[in-house]
């Protein structure tokens, strides 16, 4: 203890405690700067995301006229991926009420060439086929709706209180794994992430609680997961899910260890029922 201690002792003590305060902090601070990008470049890099989604139309009908739907004022995620050498991409919910119309990542790869350093994925989670355009490089209407959620068996019911269901999502989310079949690297085990991306309702829908996670791989997301608490017109409430792809990788998920969902490779640029993708470029300043 420091009070048994001489005074060389003791400074030699105190000096080695400031140290490694500063080493946490320093690591902190790294933290917050994926791959040791600045955070003046991170918020440079945020702006010109920012402009790609502005100069994008995402439409709620094939018809598109006035029905563009607006996004989030922020990303709900920002990831790195060492696999695919993206850094500092971001995930963007679109759709202003109830369950989201899509989802849309835009990924940043620097050591690509300029015409590839940033893709964009689009998947509908809408009950109605959706449009996309940016550009001249994406003019797309979904075959299909984007989520058709089914019910979840062995569920509880849900709770009343959103914390509680907070509590059962997390739960339920235990009961589903998830993996891709990279082109190079073969199988990846996907990691969940423990907080939801997105939570949501809407009574009109008869949706008590909706909540959208992920699975991972560093800290990207490849598969989602949609868990909503719903209440039917007739018959008590209960758990439902969706899965949604988030990748140009074929994709894989199980629910208590049984296969249940899988998607095909979506290499880039790709048109799915309800899954686009394409190498873009930002609009011009």
Request: overall charge negative.
């Amino acid at each position: 203890m420091l009070h048994n201690m001489n005074w060389p002792t003791r400074i030699g003590s105190l000096l080695c405690l400031m140290s490694a305060v500063v080493l946490a902090v320093s690591s902190l601070v790294l933290a917050e700067e994926p791959d040791g990008v600045p955070a003046a470049e991170r918020a440079a890099r945020l702006v010109q995301t920012k402009r790609i989604l502005d100069a994008m139309r995402v439409y709620s009908s094939p018809e598109r006229q006035e029905t563009a739907v607006t996004r989030t004022s922020e990303p709900v995620l920002r990831y790195t991926d060492s696999t695919r050498q993206t850094s500092d991409s971001t995930l963007w919910i679109l759709g202003s009420t109830g369950r989201p119309t899509a989802v849309v990542a835009i990924e940043h790869y620097p050591k690509n060439v300029d015409s590839k350093r940033w893709i964009c994925e689009v998947a509908s989670l809408s009950n109605e086929r959706i449009s996309v355009e940016y550009g001249r490089t994406i003019d797309w209407t979904a075959k299909k709706p984007g989520l058709e959620p089914v019910r979840l068996e062995g569920a509880p019911v849900p709770a009343e209180q959103p914390a509680a269901r907070l509590l059962q999502i997390k739960q339920l989310q235990q009961r589903f794994t998830a993996h891709e079949k990279a082109s190079i690297e073969g199988r990846i085990e996907l990691r969940p992430l423990a907080k939801p991306l997105h939570r949501y309702q809407d009574a009109e829908a008869g949706i008590i609680d909706g909540a959208i996670v992920s699975f991972v791989n560093g800290t990207n997301p490849e598969v989602l997961l949609v868990l909503e608490a719903r209440k039917p017109s007739q018959g008590a409430a209960e758990w439902q899910f969706g899965l949604v792809q988030m990748t140009g990788e074929a994709v894989f998920a199980e629910l208590d260890g049984n296969e249940n969902w899988t998607r095909g490779e979506a290499d880039p640029p790709a048109r799915r029922d309800a899954y686009v993708n394409a190498w873009i470029e930002p609009p011009a300043e």
